[in-house]
Every structure is written in C-alpha cells, then in structure tokens.
C-alpha cells in the first residue's frame, strides 16, 4: 500500500509540476547531502545563542528550508549521538551511551543510514567524522580519507609545540582542550577544507545512481585551532560572554545536578585568564566550519544536483562555556542537548512532494534520532524497522502539525535523561534526582521548578512521556574523552 501511494504522489508531481519535477536518479529518487558539524551548540545567527557568532551560510541554509528550533541531540557525547543517528537505534534500546563504548560490539549487525541506502540502489559516499573516529568501511561505497584507513581525518596542520595557550591542569585535561590562531592559509591548514574540497567535487558531478553523500566538519570541535583571519572577527577586547552565564547557578539543583555542573575544565580555565580567549577560539572555529560548509553548499548550488538535492545540517551536541560552571558536554542541560538542525527538500520528492516552504520555522520538540525515518521516508524507501525515531515529514510538510512526541537525550548512566517537550523540560537521574525547567520564560534554565506544588501535575504529564526500559550499559570502555 504504501509503495502504491509513493507512485501516486511521484505521479502527482509528473501531472501537475511538468517534466522539469523530474529526478535523473532511479525513479525519482532524490539524492542526499548529510552535513554533521561537530560539537555545534545554538552560536548559530538564526538560533541567537551567541550574538558575535557569524554564520552567513548556516544561517542562509536555514532560510531556504525548515530550521528546527527546539531539537535536541539523541546523547550529549559523540559516539552515543553519532550511533543513534546512523543507526535510529536509541541509547537505551542499545546500550551504547558514553563515548568509552565501541559501536561494533554492542551492534555488530547494525545497519547504518548509507548501507541502508546503498541496498536501496544508492552511491554512498562520505568524507570526515561522521561516526566517532572510525568510518566503518562496509558501510560506504566510497570515502576520503580511503575508507580502508578507518581514519576519517585527512592532513590538519596543527603547531609542533603544544599546548599553546592553555596550559595542562593535569592528566584528567583533554590533551586537545586549546586554541590557537594559525599563520596558515585555508587549503594550508586542509582539515576540513580537504573535506569540502572532495565533498564538493562529487556535487559538481553527474552520478548514474541517486546518491547519499556525508560530509563531516570536525570544527568546531577542539582543538580550536583554525586559520588566523577566523579569529581576527572577534577581537578579543570585544568579546561578550555567555549568555546562559550565572553565577550561584547550581544552588537549586540536586544532588545529581550539583556533581555534573562544576567540572575541573572550567575552573582551570578562569585561573589561567583564558575563559574569554577560549570564547574567541570557539567563536573563530564556528565561523570556519561554516565557511566550510558554504564551500560545499556553492559547488552545490554550481553544480547538476542542485534541484533534486535534499540538504540536511545538524550537530551531534551542544557545549558549555560556563553555563552551569561546567565546560565540555556530557550533560543533559538544554545548552548541552539542544542542537542546529535544518533540512531543504526539494520539490518532486516522493515523500514530499511540495517540498519544503523557505524561511519555515519550527519549535516541535524533535530529535535528531528521527533522521533515519525521514530520510527514508523522504527518498520512498521501505521504513527501517530498526530505526525508532518518528520521521519529521509532517512537520517538513506543516510546521504546526499536531506532534504528541518529546524528544529524549540520554546520559551516560541508564535510567538518566533530558525530556524536551513544546515548553518545558524535565531532568531525570538515575537516582531520582529531578529537575523541571520553563524554556518560554527561562531558556537558560536557571529556576529549578521541580519542587513546586504548582507543577506537580505538569511533573506527572512529563514522567509519563518519559523511557521505562534501558538497556544495560555493555561493551568494553576506555577513558571518556
């Protein structure tokens, strides 16, 4: 039934749209650019969450299609994120949920978004980090750096001598927790401007088969090294703060909440006088990704693929600068969970077939743990039974469609969790500790309500749209970084 409705909008379009709705891939079926930028949180312009941050194309991105303004990260941690997405399997149905953990060991079948499509009569192809730090080889047709290498970085110059601006705390700091500007050109540095290089070779191809194509920019993930005209954008005597920032921040949190707020990071960095300098980094590294996602987004538009491309942008989380005095990740807090997502469809598209309406906004809680079922959904593939996340087409269609879903983000302990709904968010540790937040009056979640009697009711509400089973945390692990 469904495939007979499939056929019958495709028709729809032929009919009524005229030949130029037409796809050169298989029946009609539209080709996919997968862009991941890593370690995003909402500094995006069009999200407002840092009013230096400059990202024109990001921000034109979002304009010509749906950006989703209340979407949340399946995990706060790379490889949690990453698995979900690519494979729809969420963290508690895996057990895959902190970055120690290896995906083939919890999931050695585990069918992953490009095989998927590559079954399906697709060409996938990717380059950079898409999964964490490893591409998983059988799942691509083709890869840069080669697929065989399992290594998805290609040459980055980085300084010889290191650290260079934030000295190490000790053996717990992340050897990569720095930045520095670089006397280096773009195509010097390479990084992520050899990926949008070979990202954008294949968009300005004609290809025999519909093609699902993954590009990977690693910034600003640290090290927040990048060229220095990225850091002269924000002179550093102008630099602002964040806005989620307060002091005594944690005085209303529980006992659970207290222990992941502080973290060494944070404190380490205000002693050393880097805290603004470490904002300018992440600022300047920002503003490179999205030049570099404005590269693939020209060969893009330059290219025979533009008008029957569908174009999807998101990151795997969010990241503290201070907010809650803790830095990094890893927490359920919504500057940590909420994430950049936009997605442009096409006109002619088998799962829909007006398209996307530009300059659309939508505040649904979603997850980025639905983008398995919308893709598919999208293209007119079978629905992956494996993949748990509702599709997003009927808010692609209608940004105000009736949504019953809250979007989940899982920690690194089952049991623990950030419920996102429409307005309100709960916190759930695996000891009980709770924490109920008002994102329409309080985005920055600084008034802990989950011990008022006014929002007991509310409270309920939320515990009963919240997970129930979890599984067991398996696999081997080393140290989270």
Known sequence: MRKVFVFLKFLFVVLFHGVGACFSGQAGQPNVLFISVDDLNDWVGCLEGHSQALTPNLDRLAA?????????????????????????IAPNRSGLYDNRQKMRELLPGAELLPRYFSRHGYWSAGSGKILHYFIDAQSWDDYFPAKESENPFPRTFYPKQRPVNLPRGGPWQYVETDWASLDVSDEEYGGDWLVSKWISEQLLKNHEKPFFLACGIYRPHEPWFVPKNYFEKFPLDEIQLPAG??????????SAGKRRGPNRYFAHIRKEGQWKQAIQGYL??????????????????????RDNTIVVL????GWHLGEKEHWQKFTAWRVCTRVPLMIRVPRGVP??????????????PVNLLSLFSTLTELAGLPMNPASSGPSLVPLLNDATASWPHVSLTYLNEPGSYG??????????????DEELYDIKVDPFEWNNLAQSAEHKELMETLRSQ?????????GSEKRQR
């Open 419 to 432: 419920l996102s709904g429409k307005n309100h968010r709960l916190i759930h540790y695996a000891n009980g």
């Open 314 to 317: 998101w990151s795997d989380h």
């Open 284 to 305: 300047a590294s920002i503003a490179f990704s999205d030049a570099m996602v404005g590269r693939v987004l020209a060969a893009l538009n330059n290219g025979p693929n």
């Open 245 to 254: 920032y307060r002091e005594n921040d944690l005085e209303d949190l529980p």
């Open 351 to 364: 799962g829909l077939v007006e398209g996307t309406q530009a300059g659309t906004r939508c505040d649904a």
């Open 466 to 474: 919240a997970p129930v089973v979890f599984a067991p945390k398996g």
């Open 64 to 88: 010509s299609g749906v950006l989703f303004t209340n979407a949340h990260c399946p995990a706060p941690a790379c490889n949690p994120s990453r698995t979900a997405i690519m494979t729809g």
